[in-house]
Each structure stands twice: as C-alpha cells, then as structure tokens.
C-alpha cells in the first residue's frame, strides 16, 4: 500500500523558514515525480512546486520561485520542501503528492487532479 507522509510543519515568523518532508512507502520512489502543493483557508489547492525522479528537472509556481526549493533523495525515499524568507501568505496546509513518471506530464505539474496518491498534509503557520 502506498503511503505518504509529510513532516516538519509548524509555525514561524515571517522571513523565517522551515523544512518540509515527505515520506514515501509501498512504491519505488525512482518511478514516481513528486509534488508539493497548499491549501490556505477558503482558497483552492495550489500546486507549489514538482520534481522529476531523478532531479533534473523541477517545477515552481511564480509566488514562491528563489524562496522555495523541492529536492528528493530517491534512497531515503523521501521528499523535500526547503521554504525560505516566508511570508503570511504561505500559511496553508501543505501536501506531497505523487505520480507514476511513464504517465507525468510536465504543463499538468501543478494539476491536482494529475497527482495520485496523496499525504494527509502538514501545517505551516506563517505570523509574528
């Protein structure tokens, strides 16, 4: 069974950071691109940021471009969201989500419905 598990929410002041993980189990990760997305409160589900399985290549929304960085490390089976000089406006409920590479198609990246499975999603809180 497939699971993802995301960590290392919480709060912080704005122009702090915070790192996020994302736990993969019951597939081999090195198939699968990965996806970051957030959802604030009374908004959609917004893509955030994607990668391919090998690193090459990786995807940002325009409001977190230079202050967000996704990384994988496909041996530890594991995803990362490095989230830098944070603003209230990052305040959401963060997901990790994945999608089988031989059907991944790059202009969807940031498509909920592209993406399956699904963590449950951590909380980043983002105030003074």
């Known amino acids: 069974q497939v699971q993802l598990v995301e960590s290392g929410g919480g709060s912080v002041q704005p122009g702090g950071s915070i790192r996020l993980s994302c736990a993969v189990s019951?597939?081999?990760?090195?198939?699968?691109?990965m996806g970051w997305f957030r959802q604030a409160p009374g908004k959609e589900r917004e893509g955030v940021a994607a990668?391919?399985?090998?690193?090459?290549?990786?995807y940002y929304a325009e409001s977190v471009k230079a202050r967000f960085t996704i990384s994988r490390d496909n041996d530890k089976n594991s995803i990362y969201l490095q989230m830098t000089s944070l603003k209230p406006e990052d305040t959401a409920i963060y997901y990790c989500?994945?999608?089988?590479?031989?059907?991944?198609?790059?202009?969807?990246?940031?498509?909920?419905?592209?993406?399956?499975?699904w963590g449950q999603g951590t909380q980043v809180t983002v105030s003074s």
């Open positions: 019951g597939v081999t990760l090195s198939s699968y691109a």
């Open positions: 990668i391919t399985p090998s690193g090459a290549s990786r």
């Open positions: 989500a994945a999608k089988y590479y031989a059907a991944f198609q790059p202009e969807r990246w940031a498509e909920e419905s592209h993406y399956h499975p």
